[in-house]
């Protein structure tokens, strides 16, 4: 089509349009209208706000775990307790933190910087969000009426399944893993639909700034892969301690390690779904903080997507132990090898854009440097475990455990803090106190790598994973002590971490649009953000649109502002293509959200509450999609 | 701030019924998801065949092939219903949208029919070895697919019939077409694995 329309000379009255806007996209007051937001902003600060509470509950976790290994013959906590605490630690870190953060930072940043109003699909939006609190709030319940989970995050059969997994535990888990990807596979049909259809004009597929192609490739990998957790979880685990299916018990022809395929099928992409958005968070405060464009911005694209396509060959290397054929094995250590190269260019790119830019160093830059060494030392680990003799050697040992942290923690939380601290004056609209924010990442720094440096020499000597104490003769007593006080050192980090940004949400300077004068469109928006993010939607005309002179800049006018509509534009090159109203805020996404869990939970104690669910979900769908009356219907 | 010069886009149209809408796009993903879980069923199927001696299993008869292949042929015709009412809505035909729906339900709920006496026939359960619970897995699964949709079919038809036929239900109709294209197209090599697979891949 050749809508690529000729700028002229702005005749919009912008006030009007203002106060047009203002008034459609307000949400309704009071409690109905809280659990009704269907506007980005909000559905993605809610996603981030759950997800730090959880990082919370998941680091209390930790910190109980490690004051009862921190001696030998410790008594602090018993062992089935821990068996629970160490579960749910890893399923809350994994489901219920490290992606729903990642969706959130999504949710909240894409359609900014994508220059458009809202997400594709507002509603689906909020019902992903309640389905991921009810889902983390089933957990904790379970936890708390010791009903916790006690066979590790991937819940390996047959210690999980009807024979040995007693009581209602790993039912919990599994149906918990239910909620949390319907959660994530609604935020990456939304935000790919949102990249590839509702970007500004002009913004090309090689000018979509490189946080978006990040979530883009994220949310296929999530696409591909979530379903997998799904049928390990609720299709093979749940219906074999339910009704009696075989899926995973030997004596009927079933085959526990199939549950492992098809769990880590899922496990190992998941991985990149949690790195993939933070590569794309480095890359905005690279560029912003070195003042100059990404270096090698094709090889940066193209890398992530190739390691989405490796992600999803590497599985079985969690899995070297089980004694597969050695075909395989050497196909999956090749594969495993492979991925430190796509991994490897994009830090080749970073460090070049830093020589060749001019860096300022603020609080957000610290993250990123303390990303490049804890996850360098971290992706060297891994291509030892990627050797099978060193793997079997060290399988299921505090050396996994050090690995995968300085992988996870290195790979995302700390791109994570770093990205929290360079847009936290676009989420709040003031600045973050910049000092605290480097002794908070000092603090975290030390305090990792004094918790985890020690567990890999401590899985060299032998110290199994998932252990609840060990007696002092097997000498692991010093190097576990040194990994506690690294701990209480996080924990001091975390605390101050939370301290600052309490504190300069409320009384921290006053940020302006684009207080880093960054290049990209989402510091186009006041800070914080309007409903609408911009009344007159930007067009673009480069990689980094808002380091254009001002006159040269172009705007949208002819949306209706007495609707919620937004530009749709063509996959390729984002030409104008019509025009599309997006549904009002609702209270029927919360409500579907409750009927399918009631449901869901239920069908934890009998197989026919899934029956319930779909009955009771067709009913809160119903009046999802059920029309307004006519005016609305039309608006 | 504000850009001097500006673009305007009053003249687009609100509203495009092709593959142009994002909701098109929410609906291929969908199927990606849906097929994503289908696949790896499959995948599950032919793995699980492997670590047993005998398939299906000693006491368990094979699928009949009559009932099967005409629920898959009644699947496959609904879909001209399907194309019926897709091209409707692109024209605001209402009638021909409510035709070709009934057309997609009928012949699908007969096919269901069909499904469900072929079920009744057997002599296992998802109880009944490895075998029985992977079958009955993807044949639920399966069902529990369609049936969504055909409610939602169900659903459009109700509110054609009671007059919204707004481009909101008519992008839905089109939109249900996708997916139903999808159930239809996944249904072949799951109905060849089911069916057909214990006679390529059994043992004696």
């Not at chain 1, 591909?224 to 799904?230: G, I, K, L, R």
């Amino acid at each position: 089509m050749s809508t690529m329309l000729e700028p002229t000379t702005r005749t919009t009255d912008v006030d009007r349009e203002r106060s047009s806007l203002e008034r459609v996209w307000a949400n309704e007051s009071g409690l109905r209208g809280w659990l009704s937001v269907t506007t980005h902003q909000a559905v993605g600060m809610r996603y981030i706000v759950t997800a730090f509470i959880f990082l919370l509950a998941g680091g209390v976790e930790a910190l109980l775990m490690r004051l009862q290994l921190a001696v030998p013959d410790n008594t602090l906590l018993s062992a089935d307790k821990y068996n629970q605490i160490f579960t749910t630690h890893g399923t809350t870190m994994m489901f219920l933190f490290a992606v729903p953060v990642m969706e959130g930072m999504g949710v909240y940043l894409v359609p900014l910087m994508l220059g458009t109003r809202n997400v594709a699909f507002p509603r689906l939006n909020a019902f992903g969000y309640w389905m991921y609190l009810i889902g983390g709030l089933f957990l904790y319940w379970g936890l708390f009426t010791n009903t916790g989970p006690d066979v590790g995050w991937f819940a390996y059969p047959p210690l999980s399944g009807p024979q040995f997994g007693i009581g209602k535990r790993v039912d919990v888990w599994a149906q918990m893993v239910t909620f949390t990807e319907i959660s994530a596979l609604c935020v990456a049909t939304e935000l790919i639909a949102t990249i590839l259809k509702m970007r500004a004009p002009n913004m090309t597929l090689n000018r979509i700034p490189l946080f978006c192609w990040g979530m883009l490739v994220q949310s296929f990998m999530v696409i591909f892969a979530m379903p997998s957790v799904m049928i390990a979880s609720t299709v093979m685990l749940l219906t074999d301690r339910t009704i009696g299916t075989h899926f995973t018990n030997p004596a009927e022809g079933g085959d526990p390690l199939l549950y492992q395929h098809v769990f880590w099928f899922f496990g190992h992409p998941e991985v990149y779904i949690i790195f993939i958005p933070a590569l794309g968070m480095i890359s905005s405060i690279v560029d912003t903080n070195t003042r100059r464009t990404i270096f090698g911005y094709p090889a940066m694209v193209l890398s992530v997507v190739a390691t989405a396509f490796i992600g999803f060959g590497l599985w079985v290397h969690h899995m070297f132990a089980t004694g597969l054929p050695q075909i395989g094995e050497a196909y999956f250590t090749a594969a495993s090898m492979m991925i430190a190269i796509t991994s490897g260019i994009q830090i080749f790119c970073w460090l070049a854009t830093m020589w060749t830019g001019r860096i300022r160093w603020t609080a957000a830059m610290h993250f990123v440097a303390g990303f490049f060494f804890i996850f360098v030392a971290g992706g060297l680990t891994g291509v030892m475990l990627a050797a099978i003799p060193l793997d079997l050697q060290v399988h299921d040992t505090f050396f996994v455990v050090a690995h995968f942290h300085y992988v996870l923690i290195g790979g995302a939380l700390f791109p994570l803090f770093g990205g929290f601290h360079h847009w936290f004056p676009k989420f709040t609209g003031r600045m973050i106190d910049e000092r605290l924010g480097k002794v908070t990442f000092w603090l975290l720094f030390i305090g990792f790598n004094l918790t985890f440096f020690p567990m890999h020499l401590l899985g060299l000597k032998g110290m199994t994973r998932r252990i609840y104490t060990y007696p002092s003769e097997m000498g692991w007593g010093p190097g576990n002590a040194l990994a506690t006080a690294g701990a209480l050192i996080i924990l001091i980090g975390g605390i101050l971490f939370i301290m600052n940004a309490l504190k300069s949400r409320k009384y921290g300077v006053e940020a302006g649009a684009n207080p880093w004068d960054s290049g990209t469109l989402e510091w186009a928006a006041d800070s914080p953000p309007r409903n609408y993010n911009f009344v007159l939607p930007p067009a673009c005309n480069s990689r980094y649109p808002l380091w254009t002179p001002l006159k040269e800049r172009i705007g949208v006018t002819g949306l209706r502002t007495d609707r919620r509509e937004v530009l749709v534009s063509s996959v390729m090159d984002a030409e104008p293509n019509h025009r599309y109203p997006l549904p009002h805020s609702s209270i029927w996404p919360f409500v579907t959200a409750i009927l399918s869990a009631v449901g869901l939970i239920g069908s934890i104690f009998s197989f026919q509450w899934y029956y319930v669910a779909c009955v009771l979900a067709t009913i809160g769908l119903l009046g999802w999609f059920w029309p307004r009356r006519k005016a609305e219907a039309e608006a | 701030m504000m850009p001097q010069h500006t673009i305007d886009v009053s003249h687009l149209r609100d509203y495009e019924i092709s593959s142009e809408a994002p909701l098109w796009w929410g609906q291929v993903l969908l199927a990606a998801i849906e097929g994503t879980m289908f696949c790896i069923m499959i995948a599950m199927y032919f793995y699980i065949r492997l670590s047993m001696d005998m398939w299906p299993p000693p006491g368990i008869q094979l699928p009949r092939e009559v009932l099967p292949a005409i629920c898959t042929l009644l699947l496959i015709a609904s879909c001209a219903g399907t194309y019926i009412a897709s091209e409707a809505s692109k024209k605001d035909d209402r009638a021909g949208m409510i035709r070709g729906l009934v057309i997609n339900l009928v012949l699908a709920i007969g096919s269901m029919a069909c499904r469900g006496i072929a079920w009744y026939q057997w002599n296992f359960k998802w109880t009944s070895t490895a075998y029985g619970s992977i079958t009955w897995g993807v044949l639920f699964l399966h069902t529990l697919d369609v049936a969504a949709d055909l409610i939602f079919t169900l659903v459009l038809v109700i509110l054609l019939v009671i007059g919204h036929h707004s481009p909101r239900q008519r992008l839905g109709v089109h939109v249900d077409s996708i997916i139903w294209y999808f159930l239809v197209a996944i249904w072949i090599p799951l109905y060849v694995t089911v069916f057909w697979g214990p006679h390529i891949v059994g043992a004696p």
